[in-house]
Structure formats: C-alpha cells, structure tokens
C-alpha cells in the first residue's frame, strides 16, 4: 500500500549554511487493512514524514510508493486524484468551516472532484451517524464541542472511501475522554472501510492500539 524506500528530507538551518537533516534513509511498509503509529518526541520529523506521504512534501532522496508507484511521478491529475481520493488526511485542528453545516464540511472533499449527488449525501449520513453525531448533523461547528467537532473531521477525511488514511496528532487538542472515543472511532472507520490507517501521534494509548508502532528518532525508524 504504502512505502518509504530510504527517503531523507532536510531542511535550511534558518541563516546558517548547512542544512538539517529530519529523516536519513527511511524505509518502511504499511500493508492494506493495517494500521502504524509513528511516535517519538517532538521535532524529529514525523508531520514531515506525514507531508511526505501526503505529497504536500517532495523527499531529497529515496522513494515514497504507492500501491507501488511512485507518487512523485504522477502527473498532475493523478498526483489530485491520489491527495482527494485515494488518502484521507485527519489533523489534529479540525479545520471545519464555521460557515458550513456539519453535513456540508463532510461533504466538502467530494465537492473538490464532481457534484455531489444523493449517494455521497447517503455515504455522509452514514458516517456522521457512525461517529455519533446524526443529532447535530445541521448544527454549525460553532455550536459542538471539540471532541464533536475532531468526530466530523474524521468523517470528513473518509468520506471518498480512501484507500490510506493519515492521521496527525489526531486526539493532541482533545481531553482524556473525548481522545479515547476519537481513537476508537478511527480504528472503527479504519477496519469498517479496510482502510491502511498511519498515526503520527504522541498519544500511547492510541499507539498501542495500532498494528505497529514505529519509532522515530535522530531522522531514524527503529
């Protein structure tokens, strides 16, 4: 599904004229249907890693593959169909539109490719009511909760039925309880769809609820 071949990414070191390494020769392998966390402290790369997996990032050396191609040699077209239809991307702001209704912010991704029709708006309902939030499925995010408003995000990052989803810091903002109900409705989407599901998170709690747990340290997997 997913694979880092030695990849390494740096960056300028501000006025300096050496760079700084964040990732030296990464390499990893997420199978379909199966979850990793990447955990390590702060600042050693691993939202750089996500960007990468992503394509919001191009890597200095090494290969970032997907069902086995390259990403970065996709054309433009395919490198849009990969970022809103193949990967669902879950922050850990939730980044709703006030101005929307929670229904419209779900529906937001299918929006960016073609009309939307009755069977997204069907596929909308039903995750929204999987995360638990059909009650308020015309309230605006000005009027939920953090956790309600994390709980939306997720159905928004799935509703293209992605074949990956990436997940940074997704319970940071949240408090004990409402980041329990957060991890277990992502794993709950994640198996639902068969998704491969990859988590950038300091949380060892959802950590440990992954497949995997990959750690990151000095720009290096272990």
Same mark, same amino acid.
């Given at each position: ?17 050496a760079?700084r390494m =964040?990732?030296?020769?990464?390499s ?5 249907? @199966? ?9 050693v790369? $691993?939202?750089?890693?996500l960007? &990468?997996?992503?394509? @919001? %990032? ?22 849009n ?7 669902g991307? =879950? ?14 912010? =779900? &529906? ?18 039903? &995750?929204?009511?999987l =995360?638990? &939030? ?29 074949? %990956? ?11 004990e ?19 491969a599901?990859?988590?950038?998170t ?6 440990? $609820? ?9 720009g290096?997997?272990?």
């Amino acid at each position: 599904m997913l694979t880092f071949e030695n990849v390494c990414k740096s960056f300028e070191n501000g006025a300096a004229t050496a760079s700084r390494m =964040v990732l030296n020769n990464v390499s990893f392998t997420l199978k379909p249907g @199966l979850s990793a966390a990447i955990v390590g402290p702060s600042g050693v790369g $691993k939202s750089t890693l996500l960007n &990468l997996a992503s394509a @919001l %990032l191009k890597p200095d050396a090494g290969k970032i593959c997907f069902e086995g191609k390259d990403i970065f040699s996709f054309s433009e077209h395919e490198l849009n169909n990969y970022r809103n239809r193949s990967i669902g991307i =879950v922050f850990q702001q939730h980044l709703l539109f006030p101005q929307l209704t929670l229904l419209d912010n =779900v &529906l937001l991704p299918v929006l960016a490719q073609q009309k939307i029709t009755q069977v997204h708006r069907n596929r909308a309902i039903e &995750l929204i009511d999987l =995360v638990g &939030l059909s009650l308020v499925i015309n309230n605006y995010p000005t009027t939920l909760s953090g956790g309600e408003c994390q709980r939306a995000a997720l159905a928004r990052a799935v509703i293209n039925n992605p074949k %990956l989803i990436l997940a940074d810091e997704p319970t940071g903002a949240l408090d004990e309880m409402n980041a329990g109900i957060v991890s277990n409705l992502l794993l709950e989407v994640q198996r639902t769809d068969g998704a491969a599901l990859l988590v950038v998170t300091h949380n060892q709690q959802l950590a440990a $609820k992954m497949s995997r747990q990959l750690v990151l340290s000095h720009g290096c997997i272990k």
